[in-house]
Nanobody
Framework: QVHVVESGGGLVQPGGSLRLSCAASGLTFNFYTMGWYRQAPGKQRELVATVTTGGSTDYADSVKGRFTISRDNAKNTVYLQMDSLKPEDTAVYYC??????????????WGQGTQVTVSS
């Protein structure tokens, strides 16, 4: 059974920081690209950041320079360090694990989400 579990969300003031963690089990962690997505009220789920098995990272333009994604393969954990938080960052943040077998086939797993609220 695959489990992907996020933690670290909460309430923070504008300009503050949070560090989200995502622990994965039941899969070979180092085979998976890990990502963070978020969904704000009334909005579609959007990509925030990804980190590949080789350590390459990608970020949404809206978070570049403020957020940092990293992974610790020994702990089967991916992190999202969020600095200089803005009210627009308020959303449910979801952890994603994805493995492409071939171009047209992949395995994807999602966590349950963790709420991040940025408000004064």
């Amino acid at each position: 059974q695959v489990h992907v579990v996020e933690s670290g969300g909460g309430l923070v003031q504008p300009g503050g920081s949070l560090r989200l963690s995502c622990a994965a089990s039941g899969l070979t962690f180092n085979f998976y690209t890990m990502g963070w997505y978020r969904q704000a009220p009334g909005k579609q789920r959007e990509l925030v950041a990804t980190v590949t098995t080789g350590g390459s990272t990608d970020y949404a333009d809206s978070v570049k320079g403020r957020f940092t994604i990293s992974r610790d393969n020994a702990k089967n954990t991916v992190y999202l360090q969020m600095d200089s938080l803005k009210p627009e960052d308020t959303a449910v943040y979801y952890c994603n694990a994805q493995r492409h077998i071939v171009l047209t086939m992949s395995y994807t797993y999602w966590g349950q989400g963790t709420q991040v609220t940025v408000s004064s």
